[in-house]
């Protein structure tokens, strides 16, 4: 099927759990001008995942890839959310009655409102069952 | 050509037998003669050279160790005056002082001739272009393998080692055919020749690896054998031997060791008694006819296996297995001896981590805590953290199954592991005894 307009693509980036290792990912997205609009950190024994949404990703995913960073694309998708108690109760119970399973999530809470990002076993099915609850997605667009 | 030296080659094992008879007895009264050395440890074994009456007699014949020769540094052991010498060599002392060996011109001849037949038995000759990227210098690598080129009319490359990007620039421009190096140098090129847009498959005319100096394992043959479309054979010696000494022929079914210059037998480690054919054990060899610095049942600390029958190509000597192993090489992790080679071929057979890897040895409490890190494959990336710690999983039960004890794994990035142009340090111990 064609790519929807609201699935984001995500960069991961392997990382040993070691001081500088952030920085030099951080670093060298600052020297592509690329900026980071979400992300966040997973730990395991030993090492981590970094997880970003950046405003270029193949640009992003090229430079940490000639570092010898190991890079991934990830399709993920990011949900509107009301910055007020019940905002993140809305998408999960959404989802939840739609039996998708949320793998990961992260959020922040921008100016206009608050926004949570989500790594879904299925994504079609995730974006079909917001759009029908009356949640609202954001396009891929307004990131990259 | 089907053989350097065909006379010499597949001659009868009989005659073969004889003739090691002969430069054994001959071998003996010359060290009891000249070697004070030697006489003293002969006389410490009530051995006297008229006990040896057939070849199997070699087993009445004191050991020489490694030690010995450090013992003596520098030249204590030589047996020629240092007139007739024509060549040092001195080695790395990677397992701890540096040794000394010397040469007589008759020496480097036999050292020639023994790596002018086995790189002729791996199917190269003249028209080849051979990249010598073993070091030049003290190391016997470089200058072993250079003379060894240059006398089957093969074109010599004489790169030595580092500087690869050259390297892999040369190795195209020359019209390479063949290369001598460490295996793990050669993977390391690999990875050099890709990252420059170079595949060493498709963009060289790269057809043979003469590769040791280090043990590897028949895994690793068989992905550099693939991933570089190149034959990868397997060259074994040690500077007390002269230098890089026996190569495998193409049928890649161990090196041959060349009888009339090197009589080989394997021991039972704790007995030392004579293992059958095919049995795994310590490596003895004793050199027949080294002049300057003679080499008698030397217990290099190798573990292998010998086969003793005529080879596919119809050589008739002795063909010595890939080594799996060094007595000295061997750590003791919770009393159970594990070996890094048995690591190295564990992680072959995961195809989501790389070749290359590090064991760290602590003492955690009374334990002994061994932690081996290995690269996570860009391929085998995942962004999900429970795929990277099933991969970690698979690891540490592989080695569990292979070790016969439990080993901690850490998933590193690519590339962050150290990589060896000369031996492959793999081993940080930091056990405090």
Known sequence: MKENKFVIKQISVFSENKPGRLAAIARALQEEKINIMAFSIAEADGFGVVRALVDKPKKAHEKLGELGFNVAFTDVIAVQMKDEPGGLYETARILGEGHINIEYAYAYSGKEAAVLILRVDNVEAAIAAIQKGGGTLIESSLFQ | MRAWDPRIEEMPKADLEAMQYRLLKTLVYRLYSFSPFYHRRMEENRVHPDDIRTLGDIRKLPFMFKRDLRDNYPDRLFVSSQEDLVRYHVSSGTTGKPTVVGYTE??????????????????????????????????????????????????????????????????????????????????????????????????????????????????????????????????????????????????????????????????????????????????????????????????????????????????????????????????????????????????????????????????????????????????????????????????????????????????????????????AKRVIDRRKI
């Open chain 2, 106 to 423: 008759r020496d480097l001849e036999n050292w020639t001739a023994s790596l002018a037949r086995g790189l002729v038995s791996c199917g190269l000759g003249r028209g080849d272009v051979i990249q010598v990227s073993y070091g030049y210098g003290l190391f016997t690598g470089g200058l072993g393998l250079h003379y060894g080129a240059e006398r089957i009319g093969a074109t010599v490359l004489p790169t030595s080692v580092g500087n690869t990007e050259r390297q892999i620039e040369l190795m195209q421009d020359l019209k390479a055919t063949a290369i001598a190096c460490t295996p793990s140098y050669l993977l390391h090129m690999g990875e050099v020749a890709e990252k420059m847009g170079v595949s060493i498959k498709d963009d060289t005319l790269l057809k043979v690896g003469i590769l040791g100096a280090e043990p590897w394992s028949e895994q690793m043959r068989q992905r550099i054998q693939e991933w570089l479309g190149i034959r990868a054979y397997d060259i074994y010696g040690t500077s007390e031997l002269s230098g890089p000494m026996f190569c495998e022929c193409t049928e890649q079914k161990g090196f041959h060791v060349w009888g009339d210059l090197a009589y080989v037998e394997i021991l039972d480690p704790e007995t030392l008694e004579p293992l059958p054919a095919g049995e795994r054990g310590e490596m003895v060899i004793t050199m027949l006819q080294k002049e300057a610095l003679p080499m008698v049942r030397y217990r290099i600390g190798d573990i292998s296996a010998i086969d003793d029958s005529v080879c596919g190509c119809g050589r008739t000597h002795p063909r010595v297995q890939r080594i799996t192993g060094r007595v000295d090489d061997m750590l003791i992790i919770r009393g159970i001896n594990v070996f890094p080679s048995q690591i190295e071929y564990a992680l072959m057979s995961i195809p989501e981590v790389g070749q290359h890897f590090q064991i760290i040895v602590d003492r955690r409490g009374a334990l002994d805590d061994m932690l081996v890190q290995v690269e996570v494959k860009r391929e085998a990336f995942s962004d999900k953290i429970t795929d990277l710690m099933s991969i970690r999983k698979k690891v540490e039960h592989k080695l569990k199954n292979i070790l016969n004890v439990a080993v901690n794994v850490e998933l590193v990035e690519p590339g962050s592991l150290p990589r060896f142009e000369g031996k």
